[in-house]
């Protein structure tokens, strides 16, 4: 494990685009695992600004997402779709049709796991792939239970997830309750793992993860046992 601790946001988004692109850069067609939330904003904008000065191509660039909510569709601007095309796709040259995100609304979503897991492979798996980490450990969105799920699956949301991700719609009441997620294996058999965590309040957590005992309880915790596993935080005060 490799840990790098940045002062500021801008510095972490900074160090976290630079391994992105150093993958993109070493293998034009990279299976690249992306994560939404507050935290890779500025990774996702440190990247568009190396596309728009001509030092980025993504032209042969794959990508996976994490996650999805149950429910949402593309269209809606609450859908994690709809996050990573404003946030990067619609921003730089890759082909939408090499994009991934779990589909939120399949009618039978241990089918569309399936179908998922099955596509990362028919990809080759992923190169290296971007997490945050939730105040309660959660990656993706593998909550904290009793056992680690290995399979892209469907979850039901942790109260404290719902509570922190109620500041992206109009109030708690319109999270969805579910989601989609890659499973612990998906992101286990990452090439590559590159955790990013900001904030001050991150802090707890992710020393829990990193230091504590690997627990399901801590789903960020199996991450200890990655061959390859980079974090980069700015969690200090
Ligand atoms: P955040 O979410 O980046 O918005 O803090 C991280 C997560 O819940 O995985």
Known sequence: MKVICTKTYEEMSYEAAKLLAAQIVLRPNCVIGLATGSTPIGTYDQLVKWYEEGRLDFSAVRSVNLDEYCGLDGESDQSYRWFMDHHLFDRVNINKANTNVPNGKAADPEAEGERYDALIQSLGGVDIQVLGIGYDGHIGFNEPGPAFVKPTHMVDLDPSTIEANSRFFASADDVPRQAITMGMGGIMSARKV????????????????????????????????????????????
């Open 194 to 237: 590159l955790l990013i965590a900001n904030g001050a309040g991150k802090k707890e957590i992710l020393m829990k993860a990193l230091y504590g005992p690997i627990t399901p309880e801590v789903p960020a915790s199996l991450l200890q046992l990655h061959p390859d596993l980079t974090v980069i935080s700015a969690v200090d005060e």
